[in-house]
């Protein structure tokens, strides 16, 4: 049980950084341009920059460069060995970014869903905004990497990661709408 946790905790790091990173650093020019769509309503709306997409995926890049430096030295965490993110360098940076990159890319493809949905930008969608980068990183991840990706996420962690994710989000925007860096605290 605990050992899922820190294994699931570990392989998702690259996907949970990029959103609070960009909550922090982002801002400025919106993706989509402040153009709305055919039903007046906004693309994707201002929630969603090109500054915290980039700033995101660099720092979910750094985190998980880190975690693949601390691999190869064999780090464990309370006895459970940390496992790595591919075979070799190359194949564990390109799951490290398609972690980060479906990350942010999940986070989009749901505010373009709410946008249409008619909800304003910061407008709470439960469970989707809780479980929408997760979806986009499993996602991104598996078009990379299937063998990597069905030999390290099993049922089990997969569970695990659904059930520890709303948790770990709740509590960072928590934070991050103390430290004002998030309108709302969802
Ligand atoms: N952010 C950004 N660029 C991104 C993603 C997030 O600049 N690609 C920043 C925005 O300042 C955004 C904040 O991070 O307001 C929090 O992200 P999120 O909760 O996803 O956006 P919301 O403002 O809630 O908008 P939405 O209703 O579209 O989810
Ligand atoms: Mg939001």
Redesign the pocket.
């Known amino acids: 049980m605990i050992e899922l946790i820190i294994i699931a905790i570990w392989l998702m790091l690259p996907a949970y950084v990029p959103?609070p990173l960009?909550?922090v650093f982002?801002?400025g020019k919106p993706?989509d341009g402040g153009r709305t769509m055919g039903d007046g309503k906004r693309i994707?709306?201002?929630?969603?920059?090109y500054?915290?997409?980039l700033v995101?995926i660099t720092c979910g890049l750094l985190i998980g460069l880190l975690q693949m430096g601390l691999v190869s030295n064999g780090i464990a965490v309370s006895g459970v060995t940390l496992p790595a993110f591919g075979i070799s360098t190359a194949g564990s940076v390109i799951v490290i970014l398609a972690m980060s990159c479906g990350s942010?890319f999940g986070?989009?493809f749901?505010?373009f869903f709410?946008?249409r949905l008619g909800?304003?930008?910061?407008?709470p969608l439960p469970v989707i905004?809780q479980l929408d980068f997760v979806l986009g990183a499993w996602m991104f991840t598996y078009l990379a990497s299937p063998v990597w990706f069905t030999a390290n996420f099993s049922a089990w962690l997969i569970v695990t990661v659904l059930v520890i994710t709303p948790m770990l989000h709740l509590v960072t925007n928590i934070i991050g709408y103390f430290i004002g860096?998030?309108?709302?605290p969802w």
């Open positions: 959103n960009a909550a982002g801002g993706i994707l709306g201002d929630g969603k920059t500054r915290g997409l995101g942010l986070d989009m749901m505010s709410k946008r909800l304003k930008r910061g407008a905004d860096v998030k309108n709302e």
